[in-house]
């Protein structure tokens, strides 16, 4: 039995310097705002669920998408109001923007003057406190966005805090994800480009890896006698909240900080389950674990 006990406190300390390792030090993070600024194309993220969900996926997400709304000069109007163009909403944000921007904007502008527009409305988001912006590029359905989303690359070689990401070729293959208007999204489409801008969001740093179990095997338990482990996290937004999809072996117990303790009371055998880890931003993720008690 002492082996036995040695051997779940070994695994406890190598559990908790793997967190400490690995996990804590993102885990100790806040999510990082990112504001997403768009015009009707972006609304069907807004108008999807499952599409928000995927954006805000570790990160604090502050939406502001509005149909009509121009990059300068007034927006359009839609049902008699004409909402802020970007450069007004930025401004009129002022701090709370915050450090990463997320625009995709740009379809109700105009060829003509859109190169100038774009240097305006990034002078006034590097203004505001914009350390990190992403552009996304127009679906090329009509001829003048290919024009402007070259507009968007040239722009990009003078702002280093400028990252294009490319809804335009990202999109090419799939008209299924349009509406008969080859621009506006239904379901498939927002959901794509949700996933588009998460990827973006990740691949900067801005999004943390998604939360993951990083437990993948459980000291064995002694029937009768006490046990104690902790499953172990990594990557996400902590602090971590742990829970069970199946009723635990009679006998243990699972703490919401992943600690499992007690005595097992249940015949000798494999006893598998599946175990739940969920983020600070209400991410989570299961990994299925089996349980050996001698």
Not at 59 to 67: E, R, T, Y
Request: aromatic share 6%.
């Amino acid at each position: 039995m002492a082996r036995a006990l040695a051997g779940v406190a070994a695994f406890v300390v190598l559990g908790m310097l793997s967190v400490g390792a690995t996990a804590a030090p993102r885990g100790q993070e806040k999510p990082q705002q990112v504001t997403l600024i768009g015009d009707s194309v972006a609304d069907a993220i807004a108008g999807t669920r499952t599409a928000v969900v995927e954006v805000r996926r570790e990160i604090s997400l502050n939406l502001q998408v509005a149909p009509c709304r121009r990059v300068a000069g007034d927006s359009c109007p839609y049902n008699g109001v004409r909402p802020p163009n970007l450069i007004q909403l930025v401004q009129s944000l002022g701090p709370a923007l915050g450090p990463n921007v997320v625009v995709a904007v740009g379809y109700n502008d105009f060829e003509s003057s859109f190169s100038q527009d774009v240097a305006s409305a990034l002078a006034a988001l590097e203004s505001a406190g914009a350390k990190r912006i992403f552009w996304l590029t127009l679906r090329a359905a009509r001829h003048p966005y290919l024009t402007m989303n070259a507009a968007l690359v040239a722009a990009a070689a003078n702002h280093p805090d400028l990252t294009i990401v490319d809804w335009n070729v990202y999109s090419r293959s799939h008209p299924d994800w349009f509406q008969s208007d080859g621009i506006h999204l239904n379901y498939a489409g927002a959901m794509s480009m949700a996933t588009l801008i998460h990827e973006a969001l990740e691949k900067a740093g801005v999004a943390a890896p998604d939360v993951r179990v990083k437990t993948a095997k459980l000291p064995v338990a002694r029937r009768g006698s006490a046990y104690s482990a902790r499953f172990v996290g990594a990557a996400g937004i902590g602090p971590y909240r742990w829970s069970l999809l199946e009723r635990a072996p009679a006998g243990l117990h699972l703490e919401p900080d992943g600690t499992v303790w007690g005595r097992p009371r249940v015949a000798v055998g494999a006893y598998t389950f599946n175990v739940r880890v969920t983020d600070s931003t209400g991410t989570s993720t299961t990994r299925r674990l089996t349980l050996h008690v001698r």
